[in-house]
């Protein structure tokens, strides 16, 4: 069992590298463009992918390698008041959707990571980002679900496994936070 998992890992590994190089490098630019320009990284998603906001965003307030200014970076999947409010007054699809209507601004960019590309609370932060006047990422999985169209961008990782999805969707995270570190 380990070393087919390992295996998958790896295959999954050579064909993001063969299919998604330039997905990532534009996903680079719109990560240091949102942050040279002035503007915040807001990211969400639900379950592994709500870890995977909190591990991105950490890294920019925080540090990703080297020692820099702090940058902003913010997970909406981290306030336990907003998520209950939000969830029992308009429904959970809402959470995350009502938090970037209250703190985003134009130039903003927003980081939606759903396995599925169809989890309908990531879809609805899409439109009202979009209609905000952000920038829109996607981090998605299968062939990237109704996410496509919704942002600017949708790095489509090549599996339809949960879990290797995931894994590819860190690596990128630390990606972003790598080209991100090279401006300072
Ligand atoms: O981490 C895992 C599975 O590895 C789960 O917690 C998983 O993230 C949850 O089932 C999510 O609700 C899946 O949503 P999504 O990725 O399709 O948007
Ligand atoms: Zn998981």
């Known amino acids: 069992m380990v070393i ?8 999954l590994i050579i064909k993001v590298i063969e299919q998604r190089t330039a997905d990532i490098e534009q996903a680079c630019e719109m990560i240091v ?7 915040k990284v807001l990211i969400a998603g639900n379950g592994g992918s709500a870890a995977d906001a909190q591990h991105i ?8 390698v080297k020692h820099r200014k702090a940058l ?11 998520l209950t409010a939000i969830a029992n007054d308009y429904g959970y699809d ?24 169809n989890s309908q609370g990531i ?3 899409f439109k009202t980002a979009g209609d905000i006047g952000c920038k829109t990422l996607g981090l998605s999985g299968w062939s990237g679900g109704k996410m496509n169209g919704l942002c600017d961008l949708n790095v489509i990782v090549p599996s339809e496994v949960t879990a290797r999805i995931q894994e590819i ?6 990606i972003l936070c790598k080209a991100v570190d090279d401006l300072f």
């Open 169 to 174: 969707h860190i690596l990128i995270g630390h």
């Open 33 to 39: 463009s949102a942050i040279q320009g002035g503007n």
């Open 57 to 64: 965003a950490a890294e920019l307030s925080g540090r990703f």
């Open 72 to 82: 902003p970076g913010i997970a909406l999947t981290t306030d336990t008041s907003a």
């Open 4 to 11: 087919e998992e390992l295996n998958d890992h790896q295959q």
């Open 94 to 117: 809402h959470v995350f959707s009502r938090q970037i209507e209250a703190l985003a601004k134009p130039g903003d960019l927003f980081i939606g990571i759903s396995t599925s590309g």
């Open 123 to 125: 879809l609805n932060a």
